[in-house]
């Protein structure tokens, strides 16, 4: 268990104390249950901010990474955002090169997307497949992304749908996810095509809530995705 797990298990007391103290794990995480309006606490995003910033002038790389998050989503503050994504990210590039997979993760999805204001597939996919290799399951969702879109390599979706695939099994359960499995089996996308499995991992989706018109042209040739919830009148 990291460090940030071992406290967020902690009651409230115990990691106001320890944030007070001036322990970063603790700053973060009283940050994160303001954030989110946790554990009792009224959601406060500028008592977030403060605990953060806190962690983050220690030097610690989560602190600045969800610094970055606030400033851009929630404080419509891009050069403050970009700022702490830049010094996140250096920070974490130290952490990657010493192999630690979620420090990878971090800065393949930190090129990918240009949070400092450097978009670079190249150096997204050389920190991604480092992560995905290791196990990390949103870094294999990121990387069959980049073989499906043919970003940065030569388009293979039978490798994105192999990348997508893996992701799911380690534990990644978003819906988007989902939705491309069931796509790439629906079409035939790397892989013959499969109603059966299409049709279940669309279900899967729509059970988080994601649908397309896949989903509506699954459910108009081989019926609902939840026909236990359909009425007969």
């Known amino acids: ?10 009651s409230l007391e115990e990691i106001q104390l320890k944030a007070e103290e001036g322990d970063a794990n603790a700053q973060i995480s009283l940050g994160e249950l303001y954030f989110t309006g946790r554990k009792s606490l009224q959601r406060d995003l500028s008592a977030a901010l403060k605990w953060y910033w806190l962690a983050a002038r220690q030097g610690n790389a989560h602190g600045q990474w969800m610094l970055g ?7 419509r503050n891009e050069a403050k955002a970009q ?7 250096e920070n974490y ?10 420090a990878q993760e971090r800065l393949g999805f930190y090129y990918a997307q240009g949070l400092g204001g ?3 597939d190249a150096k997204a996919l050389h920190w991604s497949r480092l992560a995905a290799e290791k196990g990390d399951c949103f870094s294999q969702s990121l990387l069959g992304d980049y073989y499906a ?19 799911a099994d380690g534990g990644y359960s ?13 079409e035939g996308r790397g892989t013959p095509k499969d109603s059966v499995k299409a049709r279940e991992w669309l279900r899967r989706a729509a059970e988080r809530g994601i649908r397309n018109k896949v989903t509506d042209q699954v459910e108009s040739l081989l019926g609902p995705l939840f026909p236990e919830k359909v009425t007969h009148i």
């Open 149 to 167: 879109q043919g970003r940065g390599v030569t388009k293979d979706e039978a490798q994105a749908l192999r990348w997508y695939l893996r992701a």
């Open 174 to 186: 978003h819906g988007l996810l989902y939705l491309k499995v069931g796509e790439f089996y629906w």
């Open 1 to 10: 268990m990291n460090p940030e797990s071992e406290v967020r298990e902690q």
């Open 83 to 89: 700022e702490w994504y830049r010094i996140a990210a």
């Open 69 to 75: 998050g606030l400033y851009r989503h929630h404080r």
């Open 93 to 102: 590039r130290k952490e990657a090169e010493r192999g630690d997979a979620h």
């Open 118 to 120: 450097e978009q670079d």
